[in-house]
């Protein structure tokens, strides 16, 4: 079929999906478009909507409401064309365990009708990483390794968008550092890349994001600007007696919001400012000790969990 995306700088687009399990409303009202060229995140916990969206987007399964284009073409009328353009990773590891290395990849590429050797060079740079364990059963491979070779698979036969479903899960910090790298460099050769995944820390890893919650975006910008709309100052605070502290601040009447994040909990006040003097006393009338306050610049996370609590 023709092209029906009128403007080439859009590789996908969205309007008002919709998708539900029976019951379960797993995506509400989906507004988007993303940019050719560019890396583009869906940020959300698990079970935010984050692989339907890419399933429906991949031509996989059928939304209930909406439409939805990439690369031009429509994902129930045109699936056959989208499939030649696309690249997906699913989030669980779904290569063939039993073939080796260079099986999976010559699969693939013969599936869609290429040789590993017509495109090398746009794999070159991560399946090298690998090819020294190129007889080697893919189910032998660490996560890592494995994630290097979905990777090659997805992009063996050139595509013009590539979906990545939460590929850094279970996959080590220095691992998830360098698959960041590859996908800069996919970007660097046109490809357009949509990625999802849990971890906020990887938003400003990205281009642009979409937060997402129980199927619903709550905001789609540049992480800088996400973080610059953070309308409270943020506190860290901390005491010998975390649990209890987190109940106090919450119990408090001028708290605004009030998250754990690791081993200190972030707090915002109705009134904007926090003296800190004030907090110190109530804290210490409340039998805390050690207690230490300051401030702190919002993260995404931060702002995630601001947005959620609306």
Partial sequence: MNNQNNNPDIAVHCESVSKNYKDVEALRNINFDVERGEIFGI???????????????????????????VDGFNVVGDYRDIR??????????????DLTVEENLNFFATVFNT?????YDLVKDIYQQIEPFKNRRAG???GGMKQKLAL???LIHKPSVLFLDEPTTGVDPVSRKEFWGMLKNLKAQGITI???????????LCDRIALIQNGEFLTIDTPKNIVSQYKNKLWAVESDEMHKLLLDLRANETTKSCFAFGDKIHISMDNGDLIVDSLQKLLLEKGHT????REIEPTIEDCFMQLSQR
């Fill in 115 to 119: 040789t590993i050797e017509e495109n």
């Fill in 152 to 154: 090659s698979c997805a």
């Fill in 194 to 204: 949509l990625v999802s995944t849990p971890y906020m820390d990887e938003a400003s």
């Fill in 290 to 293: 050690n207690i230490f306050i």
């Fill in 43 to 69: 940020i959300g916990p698990d079970g935010a909507g984050k692989t339907t969206l890419f399933r429906i987007l991949t031509t996989l399964i059928l939304a209930n409401e909406g439409t939805a284009l």
């Fill in 140 to 142: 032998k491979l660490s």
């Fill in 84 to 97: 030649k353009r696309v690249g997906y990773m699913p989030g669980r590891f779904s290569l063939y365990q």
